[in-house]
């Protein structure tokens, strides 16, 4: 079920909860870009949550990032 973080962007957790997507709900068409945001051994999908939802902020229109 997608949530809403507050700041104008949705999240969703992916099916195996291992990934979110993080994308604009006031995108008018399908975006341009996939952004994947990979974390390193220590890291976790909450590491780039908030660069997730930047990118999709700034860039409505342009990307859907899915952090992994």
């Known amino acids: 079920m997608p949530e809403d973080s507050g700041n104008g962007v949705r999240s ?3 099916a195996n909860g ?4 993080v994308w604009s709900p006031s995108a008018s068409a399908a975006p ?3 952004v994947v945001m ?7 999908v909450t590491d780039w949550k908030f660069g997730a939802e ?3 902020r700034m860039l409505p229109d342009k990307v ?5």
Do not use: P
């Open 12 to 14: 969703s957790a992916v």
């Open 18 to 21: 291992r990934g979110t997507t």
């Open 64 to 68: 859907v990032v899915h952090c992994k």
């Open 54 to 56: 930047q990118f999709a």
């Open 32 to 34: 341009d870009h996939l």
């Open 38 to 44: 990979v974390n390193g051994i220590l890291g976790s």
